[in-house]
């Protein structure tokens, strides 16, 4: 069969892979469509092994909420080129989909698959590195935001006692200006009764040698390591972090002067920070 320029082009459109290994795969499939198909991809999975070990410290977040579930998804790879390709940033979008479509929990064959042959199509080693999956009820809102062009992604999640109160402009505002808090600010905690015991500890012993060191009278030493650490507190937690949008108030105060004017109990609990290449 004479192998034309149509029917590379053809195989071209139908693969991605360049006119060349188009034309060689045709060549040797003696003008088999579907056998140069197989061809191509068997070329291209030979060439993913070998680019398997190629570092990937670029890459991009996505994030989806749908149907009752929010997901954030981190794909990586070589370049910040290929993070910004048009096909990169569409498979991210699918991944996202499919999570939320088929009930994902963790990575699997399925997912694997389809960055297996999105690599023999851009020729770059690639992976998808993580993801998260909240299932939500009708008390929950999740806000969203990626930063620029996908290095750092965040979602968030508020509750109400009134259902009906999350679908305020101003309830559903202030979730997404904790959404750029967060993003903003990149706090270590939800709020300071999560901070690690030790790591408390160890600040506590911190404060109070650097308090005596200043020859303060012992009985007022605990007063003035407290307020050491309730001020470390504002800075890595995130309710007590002073408010993206009016630094004179707290996440945590802003958030209950929202309730009363909304007559609902309103409550941060929840909030993930993806940045590409960091692991957190």
Same mark, same amino acid.
């Given at each position: 069969?004479?192998?034309?320029? *149509? %029917? /590379? =082009?053809?195989?071209? #459109?139908?693969?991605?892979?360049?006119?060349? *290994?188009?034309?060689?795969?045709?060549?040797?499939?003696?003008?088999?469509?579907?056998?140069? &198909?197989?061809?191509?991809?068997?070329?291209?999975?030979?060439?993913?092994?070998?680019?398997a070990g190629r570092?990937?410290?670029?890459?991009?977040?996505?994030?989806?909420?749908?149907?009752?579930?929010?997901?954030?998804?981190?794909?990586?790879?070589?370049?910040?080129?290929?993070?910004?390709?048009? #096909?990169?940033?569409?498979?991210?979008?699918? +991944?996202?989909?499919?999570?939320?479509?088929?009930?994902?929990?963790?990575?699997?064959?399925?997912?694997?698959?389809?960055? @297996? #042959? %999105?690599?023999?199509?851009?020729?770059?080693?690639?992976?998808?590195?993580?993801?998260?999956?909240?299932?939500?009820?009708?008390?929950? +809102?999740?806000?969203?935001?990626?930063?620029? &062009?996908?290095?750092?992604?965040?979602? /968030?999640? %508020?509750?109400? *006692?009134?259902?009906?109160?999350?679908s305020l402009d101003?309830?559903? &505002?202030?979730?997404?200006?904790?959404?750029?808090?967060?993003?903003?600010?990149?706090?270590?905690?939800?709020?300071?009764?999560?901070?690690?015991?030790?790591?408390?500890? &160890?600040?506590?012993?911190?404060?109070?040698?650097?308090?005596?060191?200043?020859? =303060?009278?012992?009985?007022? /030493?605990?007063?003035?390591? @407290?307020?050491?650490?309730? =001020?470390?507190?504002?800075?890595?937690?995130?309710?007590?972090?002073?408010?993206?949008?009016?630094?004179?108030?707290?996440?945590?105060?802003? +958030?209950?002067?929202?309730?009363?004017?909304?007559?609902?109990?309103?409550?941060?609990? *929840?909030?993930?920070?993806?940045?590409?290449?960091?692991?957190?």
């Amino acid at each position: 069969m004479a192998i034309t320029a *149509d %029917l /590379v =082009k053809k195989l071209r #459109d139908a693969t991605g892979a360049g006119m060349m *290994d188009c034309k060689k795969a045709l060549v040797k499939a003696e003008g088999d469509f579907a056998q140069a &198909e197989k061809i191509l991809k068997e070329m291209g999975l030979a060439a993913v092994a070998k680019r398997a070990g190629r570092a990937t410290n670029n890459g991009s977040v996505f994030t989806l909420v749908k149907q009752g579930k929010a997901v954030i998804l981190e794909m990586v790879c070589e370049t910040d080129f290929v993070a910004r390709n048009k #096909d990169f940033v569409a498979l991210g979008s699918e +991944l996202c989909e499919d999570v939320i479509a088929n009930g994902y929990t963790e990575i699997v064959p399925e997912l694997e698959a389809k960055v @297996q #042959d %999105l690599i023999t199509k851009i020729k770059e080693n690639m992976s998808l590195k993580r993801f998260v999956v909240w299932n939500l009820n009708e008390n929950q +809102l999740v806000a969203e935001y990626v930063h620029g &062009e996908g290095n750092l992604g965040v979602m /968030v999640k %508020l509750e109400a *006692d009134k259902s009906e109160v999350l679908s305020l402009d101003n309830v559903k &505002e202030f979730a997404f200006d904790c959404a750029l808090h967060a993003a903003a600010f990149t706090p270590r905690y939800l709020t300071s009764s999560a901070v690690d015991k030790a790591y408390v500890k &160890e600040q506590t012993e911190i404060f109070t040698a650097q308090t005596l060191a200043l020859g =303060k009278p012992e009985k007022v /030493v605990p007063g003035i390591v @407290q307020g050491k650490l309730n =001020k470390h507190f504002s800075e890595i937690c995130f309710l007590q972090q002073p408010f993206v949008k009016d630094d004179s108030q707290s996440v945590e105060k802003v +958030l209950a002067a929202l309730s009363k004017e909304v007559g609902a109990k309103l409550a941060l609990t *929840d909030y993930i920070i993806y940045r590409v290449g960091v692991d957190e």
